[in-house]
T-cell receptor
Framework: SQTIHQWPATLVQPVGSPLSLECTVE??????LYWYRQAAGRGLQLLFY??????ISSEVPQNLSASRPQDRQFILSSKKLLLSDSGFYLC????????????FGQGTRLTVV | KQEVTQIPAALSVPEGENLVLNCSFT??????LQWFRQDPGKGLTSLLL?????REQTSGRLNASLDKSSGRSTLYIAASQPGDSATYLC???????????FGKGTKLTVNP
């Protein structure tokens, strides 16, 4: 069966520090991968999605970047965090060849101080 | 641009009540619609997926319907329990796109 792993679960980082959040999927190949951010009162905002290795689509201009170095690995990064980067970050995957059910990781609570 | 709206934003009901959560979307050219549940501080758990060619899906006490032409979906929860308390989110995937577009959710509280 397919599983999705996301870590760390919580993270407190100072302003100006770098960020790296990792997400991996097991049990499937060529998945679509997504990074979402959830802020209170604003719902789920799509940050990046990827349909294949090295293929990244950015939805909103921001202080973040994403990479997909392997088929089932999706990384969210920042060189210098801002206070406004605080939030709940969620990774998700869905079927690659046909668009099917989406599954989410358990999320990372990021607090920038 | 696809927009998804969920009404009500919050709902509080006594245990045992049947209830309906609503989801509407502005562009009917969707590929599928998915309902999720989110507990506080947790990720999203998939509840039901409805393909665009389907009218409804059922899982246990949950039944989701889809009316593409009117841009609406409902999630029906039968005989609600305190354990059903959570935020319920609906999301659509636009035809020709790989992106899930979410509503802001309905926060459900079932009181014992």
């Amino acid at each position: 069966s397919q599983t999705i792993h996301q870590w760390p679960a919580t993270l407190v980082q100072p302003v100006g520090s770098p960020l790296s959040l990792e997400c991996t999927v097991e049990g499937t190949s060529n998945p679509n991968l997504y990074w979402y951010r959830q802020a209170a009162g604003r719902g789920l905002q799509l940050l990046f999605y990827s349909v294949g290795i090295g293929q990244i689509s950015s939805e909103v201009p921001q202080n973040l970047s994403a990479s997909r170095p392997q088929d089932r690995q999706f990384i969210l990064s920042s060189k210098k965090l801002l206070l406004s980067d605080s939030g709940f970050y969620l990774c998700a995957w869905s079927g690659g060849l046909t668009v099917t059910e989406a599954f989410f990781g358990q999320g990372t609570r990021l607090t920038v101080v | 641009k696809q927009e998804v709206t969920q009404i009500p934003a919050a709902l509080s009901v006594p245990e045992g009540e049947n209830l309906v959560l609503n989801c509407s979307f502005t562009d009917s050219a969707i590929y599928n619609l998915q309902w999720f549940r989110q507990d506080p501080g947790k990720g999203l758990t998939s509840l039901l997926l409805i393909q665009s060619s389907q009218r409804e899906q059922t899982s246990g006490r949950l039944n989701a319907s889809l009316d593409k032409s009117s841009g609406r979906s409902t999630l029906y929860i039968a005989a609600s329990q305190p354990g059903d308390s959570a935020t319920y989110l609906c999301a659509v995937i636009q035809g020709g796109s790989e992106k899930l577009v979410f509503g802001k959710g309905t926060k459900l509280t079932v009181n014992p």
